[in-house]
C-alpha cells in the first residue's frame, strides 16, 4: 500500500516558477510535464474508459508475441537475455536488419540482471555500486539537492554519475553518448539518435508538490531518461503491434513500467539512498490521457495500481498521509 501512496503523491506535478519549459523542441521520445490529480476518483476517471478489453502483454495475446505473422518475422524470446551468476551478457548490438530484444523481454531480463543480490552480481556492476556508492560519501545527494545543479555539480562529474548508474542498471551500456547537460530549456529533455544521446536535466526544477528531495527528483528524472534511451537503443521497433503498449511513442510503456518499477523498488538500497521515484504513475496517467499508451487490469496490476480501481479501498486506507515519506539522510524536504 505504501508503494501505491508514495506513486501517487509523486505522481503530482506543478509547474515550477523557474521553469522555462517550452514544447517547440520535441525529440521523438520526448513527453510532456506530466500533471495528475492527487484525487485517486479523477485518476481512475481518465484510466478506466480506455481500460483494454484484452491484454496486449505476452501472457494474455500470446500469438502476436511468438506466431508469425502476427508477431514480428525476428523471432523472440524470453530467453534471448539470459542471466547467469556472476556474469553480466553481452547485449548484441541492433542494426538496420537486427534488433534482436522484444522490449518487454528485455525489460524483464534487466531487471532480473540488476535485482540480484549483490554477492552474485558481475564485477563490473559491483563496480559501479563501489564508484556511486562513493560519490554519495562525497555528498553527491546534498550538491545533487542544491538549488541551482550548476553551481554544485559540472557536467563531467555528472557524466561519471551517469556511466556508474549504466554499469548498475543497464548493462554497463553507453547511454551517455553526447554526454551530461544541465539545460534550462526544458524540464528534462535529452535527444536520442541510435548511439548518440544526450542527457539533459533541469538544474533548477522540481516538483514543489512532493515531498522527496530534489536530489532525488533529480535522480529520479536522469534514471527515468535512461530507461528511455535504453530501450530506444536495444528493443526491436519491427515488433509493431507489440510496440504501442510496450514501448509507445514516449519510450515508456510497459516495458518502461516495468523497468522503472525495477529501479524504484531495488534502487535505494543498491544506492544507498531512501527513495527513488521516477513518476511512473503520472507517466501512466498522461500517457492514457493524451492516447499514447493503452493498459489492462492485468497492466495495472503488475505496475502496482491496480487499487486505481477500486476508490473506496484507497480512502480507507487513511489516504495521503505523510508517514512512510522518507528522505536522503541530512537533507531536507524541498521548501
Ligand atoms: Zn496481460
Ligand atoms: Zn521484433
Redo the contacts with the bound molecule.
Keep these: 500500500m505504501k508503494t501505491f501512496l508514495n506513486a501517487l503523491r509523486s505522481s503530482s506535478y506543478s509547474t515550477p516558477s523557474t521553469s522555462t519549459a517550452s514544447s517547440t523542441s520535441i525529440s521523438p521520445l520526448c513527453g510532456r510535464p506530466t500533471h495528475v490529480p492527487k484525487d485517486p476518483t479523477a485518476i481512475r476517471a481518465i484510466i478506466t474508459p480506455t481500460l483494454l478489453e484484452q491484454c496486449t502483454c505476452d501472457i494474455h495475446s500470446a500469438a502476436h508475441y511468438f506466431d508469425y505473422p502476427l508477431?514480428?518475422?525476428?523471432e523472440?524470446l524470453p530467453s534471448d537475455l539470459t542471466i547467469h551468476p556472476h556474469r553480466r551478457p553481452l547485449l548484441n548490438e541492433p542494426d538496420a536488419h537486427n534488433?534482436p530484444y522484444?522490449a518487454l523481454f528485455l525489460a524483464r531480463a534487466t531487471v532480473k540482471w540488476f535485482a540480484r543480490e549483490e554477492e552474485i552480481m558481475d564485477a563490473p556492476q559491483r563496480g559501479g555500486l563501489i564508484v556511486f556508492r562513493n560519490m554519495v560519501k562525497e555528498g553527491l545527494m546534498e550538491r545533487l539537492n542544491a538549488a541551482d545543479c550548476r553551481k554544485t555539480l559540472d557536467e563531467e562529474y555528472m557524466g561519471g554519475v551517469v556511466r556508474s548508474l549504466c554499469d548498475v542498471f543497464f548493462f554497463g551500456e553507453d547511454l551517455l553518448g553526447r554526454g551530461f547537460k544541465w539545460s534550462r530549456s526544458k524540464e528534462t529533455e535529452w535527444e536520442c539518435g541510435e548511439k548518440t544521446p544526450l542527457i539533459r536535466i533541469h538544474p533548477i526544477s522540481y516538483d514543489e508538490a512532493v515531498y522527496t528531495s530534489r536530489a532525488c527528483q533529480r535522480l529520479g528524472a536522469i534514471m527515468h531518461d535512461l530507461i528511455r534511451v535504453f530501450l530506444s537503443q536495444h528493443a526491436?521497433?519491427?515488433?509493431k503491434w507489440a510496440w504501442k503498449e510496450n514501448v509507445n511513442i514516449r519510450g515508456r510503456g510497459r516495458a518502461w513500467q516495468v523497468m522503472a518499477k525495477g529501479i524504484e523498488e531495488a534502487g535505494p538500497k543498491l544506492l544507498g539512498v531512501r527513495d527513488i521515484g521516477l513518476r511512473r504513475l503520472a507517466c501512466l496517467v498522461a500517457d492514457v490521457e493524451d492516447e499514447v499508451e493503452k493498459v489492462s487490469r492485468h497492466d495495472l496490476e503488475v505496475y502496482g495500481y491496480s487499487k486505481l480501481l477500486d476508490v473506496d479501498e484507497v480512502e480507507t486506507e487513511g489516504g495521503l498521509d505523510d508517514e512512510g515519506w522518507v528522505m536522503v539522510d541530512g537533507i531536507a524536504p524541498s521548501p
Excluded at 508477431?71 to 525476428?74: A, E, G, L, M, V
Excluded at 526491436?236 to 515488433?239: L, N, T
Design positions: 508477431s514480428c518475422h525476428s523472440h534488433h522484444n526491436c521497433p519491427d515488433c
